[in-house]
């Protein structure tokens, strides 16, 4: 089955840059979703299609996708930025929906 | 607005037969591409996808859980229903259903979400 691969955890200091990765075999090919889910709530999805923003979703948060590797780019991180952030795509074979295991942005 | 909201029993014993249903408003099923999704999450672990069904009845089920779980829709209640049987304390977790569209491709309206404990 298809497996996306996240770094267990991102540390950055306020006002840095936060790039969080999903590798998976040609996913520059599909389209990733990402999701934002702080302790005890539901998931928010950030980014859609790769690099589309949902309305609410502030500017910082922006998304790339190419080769094996699909990137979550949060600037200017703030401290309420602080959760797991979730990948997933669409597959065709074997789990239809996959999410990667999930990256703890801890801001310093 | 779109919502979703989970409703079930909280507390199952193992082998017995967990039902969930997800009530959902302000949108429509019969849009082409809408689905509703099944995710769960046990305590302190990823968000582990379970099922989806889309508008046209597509339902694609994990195939780790084999024939233990079914998902149908209920259009004259607003309703979609997951059925997972022969529950194992592994089967504890947070279960979320969710609206996935087609403006952003992923889950963009979520349930709040339901803790399931099995538990003897």
């Known amino acids: 089955s298809y497996v996306l691969t996240q770094p267990p955890s991102v540390s950055v200091a306020p006002g840095e840059t936060a790039q969080i990765t999903c590798g998976g075999h040609?996913?520059?090919?599909?389209?990733v979703h990402w999701y934002q889910q702080k302790s005890g709530q539901a998931p928010l999805l950030v980014m859609g299609y790769d690099a589309d923003r949902p309305s609410g979703i502030p500017e910082r948060f922006s998304g790339s996708n190419s080769g094996s590797t699909a990137t979550l780019t949060i600037s200017r991180v703030e401290v309420g930025d602080e959760a797991d952030y979730y990948c997933q795509v669409y597959h065709s074979d074997g789990d239809h929906v996959v999410f990667g295991r999930g990256t703890k942005l801890t801001v310093l | 607005q779109i919502t979703l909201k989970e409703s079930g029993p909280t507390l199952l014993k193992p082998t017995q037969t967990l039902t969930l249903t997800c009530t959902l408003s302000?949108?429509?099923?019969?849009?082409?591409?809408?689905?509703v999704g099944w995710v769960r999450q046990a305590p302190g672990n990823a968000l582990e996808w379970l099922a989806i069904?889309?508008?046209?009845?597509?339902?694609r089920t994990r195939p780790s859980l084999g024939s233990r779980l079914t998902v149908t829709k209920d259009m004259s209640k607003n309703q979609v229903v997951l059925t997972l049987t022969s529950m194992d304390p592994s089967d504890t977790g947070t279960y979320f259903c969710?609206?996935?569209?087609?403006?952003?491709?992923?889950?963009?309206?979520w349930g709040q979400g339901i803790l399931v404990t099995v538990s003897s």
């Open positions: 302000g949108f429509s099923f019969s849009t082409s591409g809408v689905g």
């Open positions: 069904i889309y508008w046209d009845d597509d339902v």
């Open positions: 040609n996913i520059g090919g599909v389209s």
């Open positions: 969710a609206h996935r569209g087609t403006e952003l491709g992923g889950f963009d309206s």
